[in-house]
């Protein structure tokens, strides 16, 4: 269960990683392709800081390459396994796998890199504004 205060609360929901309590993100539908990575700088809540430093999200791209594989390995077993296509066939659903959830694997990855470095604060999590 994904629940407030854990790590995953905020990678799956791209919730501030301090308090949980609104969206990194300026667009919450990250279809929107044009403002797929728009952030916020800082949470209205608790005024935590996105970009640590210029250029942090460059180290998401890392996790990008982690998270494009869990997919492409979720899209063969599927396509291959399950419903015994053929290689050829098991790899245009790898390809169209990853066009459509691009801007999933594109949010979540910047989404594990933050909270790598920055963690649930239990006193922020609370409904204080400051």
């Known amino acids: ?4 205060g854990s790590k995953l609360y905020s990678i799956f929901t791209g919730a501030c990683p301090k308090c949980h309590q609104e969206s990194m993100y300026v667009v919450k539908n990250p279809y929107i392709l044009r403002d797929t990575l728009k952030m916020h700088e800082t949470c209205s809540h608790c005024h935590t800081k996105y970009k640590i430093e210029p ?3 460059y180290g998401s ?6 998270v494009g594989i869990a997919f492409a390995v979720a899209a063969f077993i599927i396509s291959y396994l399950f419903f ?13 796998t990853l066009i459509a959830f691009m801007p999933i694997i594109m949010r979540w990855s910047r989404n ?13 999590g609370k409904n204080l504004k400051a």
Request: proline share 0%.
């Open 1 to 4: 269960m994904v629940t407030k």
């Open 84 to 96: 015994g296509s053929g290689l050829i066939t098991a790899f245009i659903a790898i390809v169209c």
């Open 61 to 66: 791209m890392y996790v990008s390459y982690a």
């Open 112 to 124: 594990i890199w933050i909270n790598i470095f920055m963690h649930y604060d239990k006193s922020l």
């Open 55 to 57: 250029s942090f999200f």
